[in-house]
């Protein structure tokens, strides 16, 4: 079972530069979301989705863009890399509500470096 | 908002016994989840044991078990027979029930090395 894929596992970016950040699942789950983590910290949403096409703000947004075309694809854009933005990138989807797929599943995880 | 807190940001254990990691947590919902969440150095983030707060029986999973306290607002996470590969960062996490975006709050963690 793959789960819950993304690539790059790292990356250094210069400022100014741009990437996305890839994420794929084959649960056929609806609900997908992005994280960071920076050092010593626990995880903030920066965006989710919760289906194709709907697409809407976390907690920390400024610096990013989402698109969610299919089910199994979430892209993370970050389109003027900044020092701020070096972090751990998580990944993760879940199904629906009011069954055991509420539990949110994650990626490895995107370790990205802005210098 | 809903807040997450967990208050031991290290702890450790030798190899066997027995560890308890707190967390507490603020919301006016009546209905959600709890989670706990395992992040060895790998970081790949490995759900431990969940628990719905409907339910008022402790969730367990092998050997690990909560305490659920909901009028508390508690929910700590109970490690037996504590072996090497529980060494990781453990962080506790907080969903509210059907009907929301269903994102986690979590707390800042908690780094557990384990002794032999």
């Known amino acids: 079972n793959a789960g819950v894929t993304q690539t790059p596992k790292f990356r250094i970016l210069k400022i100014g530069q741009s990437m996305t950040l890839q994420c794929t699942q084959d649960?056929?789950?609806?609900?997908m979301y992005w994280y960071r983590q920076d050092p010593g910290m626990g995880l903030k949403l920066i965006y989710y989705?919760?289906?194709?096409?709907?697409?809407d703000k976390g907690e920390v947004p400024n610096g990013y863009n989402v698109s969610r075309s299919t089910t199994e694809d979430f892209p993370l854009r970050l389109e003027l890399a900044a020092p701020s933005q070096t972090s751990v990138y998580f990944c993760?989807?879940?199904?629906?509500?009011?069954?055991?797929?509420?539990?949110?599943?994650f990626g490895p995880g995107t370790r990205l470096l802005v210098l | 908002a809903q807040t997450v807190t967990q208050s031991q940001p290290e702890m450790s254990v030798q190899e066997a016994e027995t560890v308890t990691l707190s967390c507490t947590y603020d919301?006016?919902?009546?209905?959600?989840?709890l989670f706990w969440y395992k992040q060895p150095p790998s970081r790949q983030m490995i759900l431990v044991i969940r628990?719905?707060?409907?339910?008022?029986q402790n969730a367990t999973e092998n050997r690990f078990s909560v305490n659920f306290q909901k009028a508390a607002k508690s929910f700590s996470l109970k490690i037996s027979d504590s072996q090497l590969g529980d060494t990781a960062m453990y962080f506790c996490?907080?969903?509210?029930?059907?009907?929301?975006?269903?994102?986690?709050?979590f707390g800042k963690g908690t780094k557990l090395s384990v002794k032999p």
């Open positions: 919301t006016s919902e009546n209905n959600y989840y």
């Open positions: 649960m056929n789950h609806n609900y």
């Open positions: 993760a989807s879940r199904g629906a509500s009011g069954t055991q797929e509420e539990t949110q599943y």
């Open positions: 989705s919760v289906g194709a096409g709907i697409t």
């Open positions: 628990q719905e707060a409907y339910k008022q």
């Open positions: 996490a907080f969903m509210k029930h059907r009907g929301s975006q269903g994102n986690l709050i």
